[in-house]
């Protein structure tokens, strides 16, 4: 099928079978035209908890599916494409996280969002890139915390917070890639942008970022903004959203050694195609167990409740 009839059959099917779709930001511009909920991680959990669909079809990569599936574990919920996975999920085994948890027996562990349900299950509290800092610091000062798996993201609330978290090395190899010295020659060629930047980059580009927030804080930083013209470090997914919020400026999108775009080759694997199949057939389906399940669910609640309480979320 064509582009338009697939967009057709699926939104066809999805209200048939009253299901929604869940888009990250990451995802190429077409699902996101289709999905009911673009968000970042935050965002799409918290449509994950409240849902009243009977199916969810999650177009991220596989934690984000899980993490629908621990808010809703009554419901389908489904991934076009089941192989979607992370880089830093994968960057922090279970196993050897629980070993490296046992070396802190008095420590809390905060887990960022892109983990899997056994790091979730092994957590005390999970965040996410926009929460992540005012959750630290509504913490008690004396409070051990290791934070897990994202040492770019964790070493930047450590010094944001002035805390001294023990960090799981971990990263995004997305974000990791990208060097100050490629925003500098942006900037050099466009220097009226502002740069904006995802805490999971090392600390040498945040150092050269005019902003450092999640995806969401960007776009809300970028449409509040007088200028008009910014580089963008993290996924280009994310400028599908800018650009439809803000016709009138300018984006230039960071590249990597041998790429002109910064892409998550993970989140690209969800397709239409795929997608309509998805629908049609319920597959590829995303289960876990109670008992995983019921061990995940405790962080990812208490999160959203702290968030609530904080007033970061209504």
């Known amino acids: 099928m064509e582009k338009k009839e697939l967009k057709e059959a699926i939104l066809k099917l999805k209200k048939e079978k009253n299901a929604v779709i869940l888009g990250h930001y990451y995802q190429r511009d077409e699902i996101q035209e289709v999905s009911d909920y673009i968000g970042d991680s935050l965002a799409l959990a918290q449509e994950a ?4 669909c009977d199916i969810i079809i999650f177009c991220g990569v596989h934690f ?13 919920v489904l991934i076009p494409d089941i192989t979607a996975n992370c880089s830093l999920a994968k960057s922090c085994p279970a196993d050897a996280f629980a070993k490296f948890k046992a070396q802190h027996p008095d420590h809390m562990v905060i887990s960022y969002i892109n983990c899997s349900a056994e790091i979730k299950a092994l957590s005390d509290l999970i965040c996410t890139s926009g929460n992540a800092e ?11 915390i290791i934070f897990a798996p994202d040492k770019n993201l964790g070493g930047y609330i450590n010094r944001q917070t002035g805390r001294d978290m023990v960090l799981w090395d971990g990263t995004c190899t997305v974000h990791d890639a990208l060097t100050a010295e490629s925003i500098l020659k942006l900037k050099l060629e466009h ?14 580009v945040l150092q050269v970022s005019d902003f450092i927030g999640s995806t969401k804080a960007m776009l809300n930083y970028i449409s509040k903004s007088d200028s008009k013209e910014f580089v963008v470090a993290t996924e280009s997914g994310i400028l599908f959203e800018m650009r439809q919020n803000n016709p009138d400026k300018i984006f230039y999108s960071v590249s990597t050694e041998g790429c002109a775009c910064l892409e998550c080759a993970d989140m690209k694997l969800n397709t239409l195609e795929k997608l309509y199949n998805c629908i049609k057939d319920e ?21 959203l409740d702290m968030s609530q309480q904080l007033g970061l979320i209504k």
Request: with cysteine; hydrophobic share 40%; glycine share 0%.
């Open 49 to 52: 908890r409240r849902t009243t």
């Open 191 to 204: 220097p009226q942008a502002k740069v904006v930047t995802h805490p999971e980059c090392n600390a040498a």
């Open 64 to 76: 984000m599916a899980e993490t629908a599936k621990i808010l809703n574990p009554e419901r389908k």
């Open 283 to 303: 597959l590829p389906e995303v289960n876990l167990s109670a008992e995983m399940i019921e061990k995940a669910k405790a962080p990812i609640v208490r999160m």
């Open 134 to 144: 005012k959750l630290v610091n509504s913490l008690p000062k004396d409070q051990k």
